[in-house]
């Protein structure tokens, strides 16, 4: 974890136990581990940063979320959100997808289906757009 991001995280009060396993697990965690705990932070310190329109920094801290805990659908949503704002947007559908996929029932892969239908939709746009302009220049 960034120096930054785990200063953030103190001053909230919580600190990262050196040593403790971050990511590769396939295990799913539980909304009560202390993993999940500390990704729930990190998603906090990122939506003030996503908020201030600090969006590689909320991207930081929606990263380290993800990876203290996988599952958590809605750190994979707001990863998406804020790569959305940097004009990423391969990288913001890869985790819209990656967020219906962990948890397909949840309120954070409802909001991420949305998001992928308006930007598909969007594309589909942009598309009949250009074919338009190459038929009638």
């Known amino acids: 974890m960034s120096n930054s991001i785990l200063g ?30 500390l990704a729930a932070k990190a998603l ?5 940063e996503y908020n201030q329109k600090r969006y590689g920094k909320a991207e930081e ?3 380290e979320a993800t990876e ?8 994979h949503y707001y990863v ?3 790569m959305y704002k940097v004009d990423d947007l391969s990288a ?5 997808k990656r967020a219906i ?4 029932k949840s309120e954070a892969a409802s909001k991420a289906q949305q998001k992928l239908d308006h930007v598909r939709s969007k594309a589909s746009e942009v598309v009949d757009y250009l074919q338009e302009r190459i038929k009638n220049p």
Do not use: Q, T
């Open 68 to 75: 203290l805990d996988d599952s958590y659908a809605l750190a």
């Open 8 to 37: 953030r995280m103190k001053a909230l009060g919580s600190a990262i136990v050196p040593g403790a396993k971050r990511s590769g697990s396939k295990k799913k965690k539980s909304k009560g581990s202390r993993n999940h705990r």
């Open 80 to 82: 998406g959100l804020s």
């Open 101 to 104: 996929e962990v948890d397909p």
């Open 44 to 48: 906090n310190v990122g939506r003030k």
């Open 92 to 96: 913001a559908a890869r985790s819209w």
């Open 61 to 63: 801290c929606f990263r």
